[in-house]
Each structure stands twice: as C-alpha cells, then as structure tokens.
C-alpha cells in the first residue's frame, strides 16, 4: 500500500500538494484544509467525486479546476452514486484486464458537505453504504447550506439563527436537533466511521488513512468552520474549531465494524460550551436573558452525549 | 399501442425542441472534461509543482490576489519551521520544500491570516501587514521578543 507515513509535521509536509490554489473557496475556509490534508496523506491515484455545494461550485469555475487528479462534477445528491458507479467499472476492468496499468493502487472517495449529506443526498449515500462499495465518504460538515446563503439544514444545530430559522422576538433560531450522522453510518455496519476536526491534524490524517486502507464503505465526518455563515473572523478557523473540540460540541471519535468505539481526542481541559457559542455570530442572541436557558440544555445536551461515548468506549459493544 | 408507436416513429416533441440528436437510454453523453495537465500526469503526486507541466485549465495558473486586503509577511530568522502553517493554509500558499519553509505564494493567498494565527514563535515569524507594504518597511519593523508576564 502506497500511504506515506507520517511521523511528525515536518515529515507530513515533504508531499507535493494536489490540491490547487486559486480555488473561491472564501478566505480562512475549512473545506479546503480538509481537502488537501486528504490528498496529502495518500500517494495512491485518487477518484474523486463530489456533490453540489461549496467545494464543488468554487473548485471548477470554467475554464479552470483546481484538482490534480481524477474529479467528477455530479449532482447535488449523487457523490456516493457516482463514486460507486466508479469503482463498480474499476473492478469490472480489472477482471476484464482491460486496465492500462492493473496494478496502480486507486482510492476512490466522495465528498459532500453537510447539506448533500444529512439531506438531499442521505437515501444515496445509504444505498451506496449499504451495496458495500470500496469507497470513503467525507462529510464537510459546516452546519448550513453556505452555499447558498445559510439556510438550515438539519446538521444546523439547536439555537443557532440561519435565514430559514431565524432567531428574533418569538424564536431563539433552530429548535431541532441535530441529525447524529455519524451513529446513522455506523448502524450501517460500516468498517469506519469517524468524526474528525482539521484542528486534530493528525488524528485527521490518521483517520483519513484508516479509511482509504479500509476495504468497504467508509464515513467520515468532519467539522469545517464557515466564517461566513458562523460569522467569525477567517483568521480564527483554527482557534473554533479548538474551541468546539475541546467544549465536546464536535467530539472526535471512531467507531469500528459498527461497534468498537474509540474516543481519538480527550481535551485536558475541558471549557464550558458558553465559550465556543460567544465566539460567534450565529448565537450571539442566545446571550439574551430570555435565551439564556437555550445555552443550559445544549451543554446537558453535550455531557450526556460525552458521557455515552465514554461508556460505549469501555463497555466495546 | 399503435398510438405509442406513431409517437416513437415521429419524434413527437424532440423536433420541436430541436433536440434530435438525443441520446438513447443506454448511451452516454460526455460532459466537458478538462485536463489539470498537459500529456501524462501519472507521477504527478512524485512531481513538485515547479516539475509539473500545468496546463492553462489548471487553477494553479490562475491568481487570486486581487482578493487580499492584507498580505503576511514571512520573516526568516523567527521560523523554526513547525509547518503549522503549511498544514493549515487553505490556499496552498505556504511554499516549503526538504522541511523548510521558504515563503508565501502571493498568487494563490486570499490573505485570510490563519498561518499568522497558527504560528507558534515568540516573535511571529509571519505577521499581517497592509497589501502596499513593502517588504523591507515590515521586516525593519518587526516586533521583539516578548516576555511573559510575571504571575
């Protein structure tokens, strides 16, 4: 297998990046450290799909891309379709021995943000997991359709205001909780499931490894903060996404063959989850008195989750 | 069923549509495909960019830096290259090659400052000056090493 190791940072950097810049992705945006730390940790050759969203229209404005490898523009729901598709003919070929080069190892992955995944493309990307296709599904979970211009979805989480539940005089934003997509894959009895943050560098890189190494349907999930639609400065990505690490909002963890959960990052300290929602936009009416209840259940909502991934963690069922 | 293949013998509604090159159900129309590169781009991941042969489709041949309002600034002797910055440029921006941090691509970066933030020397050895600056006012003003405050 063809995947480079990757001991430290300085190790990790000697790849050569298939990732272009000049991309429209906003300035300071997740979804392209993603990217580019996935095509970093693998030297295999890629096929790549993804669905409509962000990634999708600010990676291909005609005539340029920014993809150095295999990419597949395709609907707003059929990454995973797509990228079956892919791998179905790959294998096909192979038996066939009508391959140029049978022996090239080939990685194929699809990518969706949250929207293509939690919504439009759900019944798709359960199809595909389900037909047991050799691919990895990622996530760019940024908690709103950004593209085009912060609707909710139902990754959206409880509190925050989108332009569709907007908070105001009679509502405090989204009332409904977020959809738990990662424990909706592992019920699929996929080999990995994981949820990962571009902060947790190498963990990511780890994690991403794992799943490219699995064979069968892989899911990743990961957190990629929207400056525009959280309304933070772009410079503090980074320092967000460590906030919602280490406040348990985005606990990072892998579960194996549906059933052996591992607990991949514990922050030392823990922070209070008032720090990670003052630090942007969205929520700033949850500091209201009258909200300020909103800001109790979401943190009983996070130790109750913590908690039951701890014990899942010991009891390995 | 005479109706229907009346209705198949004639086209109906494709001629009007002027659509009469339309594709069977078990064909495959292609898309526009665009090649990042010209000829064979097998060894591209062994290639560093200046090895590559981009072709003019390739973004990489493209610029974004009408976008920055502010531009970082890299200043040698404070890196120790970490590569922080490398691993969490968005852009691509962060030229390092054997280990060694060696600049900024000022084509690709959108100035967001994220590698200014992610820095962890004491003094930054990247720091966000205003676009017009040039390099030898912001390196003469560099900042000095700053203490810790006693507790």
Same mark, same amino acid.
């Given at each position: 297998?063809?995947?480079?190791?990757?001991?430290?940072?300085?190790?990790?950097?000697?790849?050569?990046?298939?990732?272009?810049?000049?991309?429209?992705?906003?300035?300071?945006?997740?979804?392209?450290?993603?990217?580019?730390?996935?095509?970093?940790?693998?030297?295999?050759?890629?096929?790549?799909?993804?669905?409509?969203?962000?990634?999708?229209?600010?990676?291909?404005?005609?005539?340029?891309?920014?993809?150095?490898?295999?990419?597949?523009?395709?609907?707003?729901?059929?990454?995973?379709?797509?990228?079956?598709?892919?791998?179905?003919?790959?294998?096909?070929?192979?038996?066939?021995?009508?391959?140029?080069?049978?022996?090239?190892?080939?990685?194929?992955?699809?990518?969706?943000?949250?929207?293509?995944?939690?919504?439009?493309?759900?019944?798709?990307?359960?199809?595909?997991?389900?037909?047991?296709?050799?691919?990895?599904?990622?996530?760019?979970?940024?908690?709103?359709?950004?593209?085009?211009?912060?609707?909710?979805?139902?990754?959206?989480?409880?509190?925050?205001?989108?332009?569709?539940?907007?908070?105001?005089?009679?509502?405090?934003?989204?009332?409904?909780?977020?959809?738990?997509?990662?424990?909706?894959?592992?019920?699929?009895?996929?080999?990995?499931?994981?949820?990962?943050?571009?902060?947790?560098?190498?963990?990511?890189?780890?994690?991403?490894?794992?799943?490219?190494?699995?064979?069968?349907?892989?899911?990743?999930?990961?957190?990629?903060?929207?400056?525009?639609?959280?309304?933070?400065?772009?410079?503090?990505?980074?320092?967000?996404?460590?906030?919602?690490?280490?406040?348990?909002?985005?606990?990072?963890?892998?579960?194996?063959?549906?059933?052996?959960?591992?607990?991949?990052?514990?922050?030392?300290?823990?922070?209070?989850?008032?720090?990670?929602?003052?630090?942007?936009?969205?929520?700033?009416?949850?500091?209201?008195?009258?909200?300020?209840?909103?800001?109790?259940?979401?943190?009983?909502?996070?130790?109750?989750?913590?908690?039951?991934?701890?014990?899942?963690?010991?009891?390995?069922? | 069923?005479?109706?229907?293949?009346?209705?198949?013998?004639?086209?109906?509604?494709?001629?009007?549509?002027?659509?009469?090159?339309?594709?069977?159900?078990?064909?495959?129309?292609?898309?526009?495909?665009?090649?990042?590169?010209?000829? =064979?781009?097998?060894? /591209?991941?062994?290639? &560093?960019?200046?090895?590559? *042969?981009?072709? !003019?489709?390739?973004?990489?041949?493209?610029?974004?830096?009408?976008?920055?309002?502010?531009?970082?600034?890299?200043?040698?002797?404070?890196?120790?290259?970490?590569?922080?910055?490398?691993?969490?440029?968005? =852009?691509?921006?962060? /030229?390092?090659?054997? &280990?060694?941090?060696?600049? *900024?691509?000022? !084509?690709?970066?959108?100035?967001?400052?994220?590698?200014?933030?992610?820095?962890?020397?004491?003094?930054?050895?990247?720091?966000?000056?205003?676009?017009?600056?040039?390099?030898?006012?912001?390196?003469?003003?560099?900042?000095?090493?700053?203490?810790?405050?006693?507790?």
């Amino acid at each position: 297998m063809a995947i480079t190791s990757i001991k430290n940072l300085k190790e990790f950097s000697t790849n050569n990046d298939r990732f272009e810049g000049a991309h429209l992705l906003c300035p300071g945006c997740a979804h392209s450290m993603i990217v580019r730390e996935l095509m970093n940790c693998t030297d295999d050759n890629l096929v790549i799909s993804t669905n409509t969203g962000c990634l999708e229209v600010s990676t291909a404005v005609y005539p340029y891309t920014s993809w150095d490898t295999s990419w597949i523009h395709i609907g707003f729901e059929n990454a995973a379709t797509a990228i079956s598709g892919a791998e179905a003919m790959y294998k096909a070929r192979k038996r066939k021995g009508t391959l140029k080069d049978p022996n090239a190892p080939v990685k194929f992955v699809a990518f969706g943000g949250d929207g293509s995944t939690y919504d439009i493309g759900f019944q798709w990307l359960s199809g595909a997991m389900e037909r047991g296709h050799d691919f990895t599904y990622i996530c760019l979970d940024n908690e709103n359709y950004a593209n085009t211009g912060g609707q909710r979805s139902s990754s959206t989480p409880v509190g925050a205001t989108t332009t569709t539940a907007q908070a105001g005089s009679h509502s405090y934003g989204k009332k409904e909780k977020k959809k738990d997509i990662v424990s909706i894959m592992a019920a699929h009895g996929a080999p990995y499931v994981a949820q990962l943050a571009p902060n947790k560098w190498k963990s990511m890189a780890q994690g991403f490894q794992k799943a490219l190494g699995t064979e069968g349907p892989c899911f990743i999930n990961t957190v990629s903060a929207c400056t525009t639609e959280w309304r933070f400065d772009p410079k503090d990505t980074i320092h967000i996404t460590d906030l919602a690490t280490d406040s348990l909002m985005f606990p990072i963890y892998e579960i194996i063959e549906g059933h052996e959960l591992n607990i991949l990052y514990r922050p030392k300290n823990v922070i209070p989850v008032e720090e990670y929602l003052a630090a942007q936009g969205r929520y700033r009416h949850l500091f209201k008195p009258e909200h300020k209840h909103v800001i109790e259940s979401i943190q009983k909502e996070i130790d109750q989750k913590w908690e039951m991934l701890q014990r899942r963690e010991e009891a390995r069922i | 069923m005479q109706d229907q293949d009346l209705c198949a013998a004639q086209n109906r509604g494709v001629r009007e549509l002027g659509a009469e090159k339309l594709v069977g159900w078990d064909e495959v129309q292609q898309g526009v495909v665009i090649n990042s590169f010209e000829g =064979d781009a097998t060894g /591209i991941v062994h290639q &560093k960019a200046e090895e590559r *042969i981009y072709s !003019d489709f390739n973004s990489y041949t493209a610029t974004v830096a009408s976008w920055r309002v502010q531009k970082p600034v890299f200043n040698i002797d404070a890196c120790i290259d970490c590569q922080n910055c490398w691993v969490w440029c968005p =852009d691509s921006s962060i /030229i390092s090659r054997d &280990k060694q941090m060696l600049g *900024i691509d000022y !084509d690709h970066c959108k100035g967001c400052g994220v590698c200014v933030e992610v820095c962890p020397t004491n003094p930054k050895s990247l720091l966000m000056f205003a676009e017009h600056t040039e390099l030898d006012t912001a390196l003469s003003g560099w900042p000095e090493k700053t203490k810790k405050e006693e507790k």
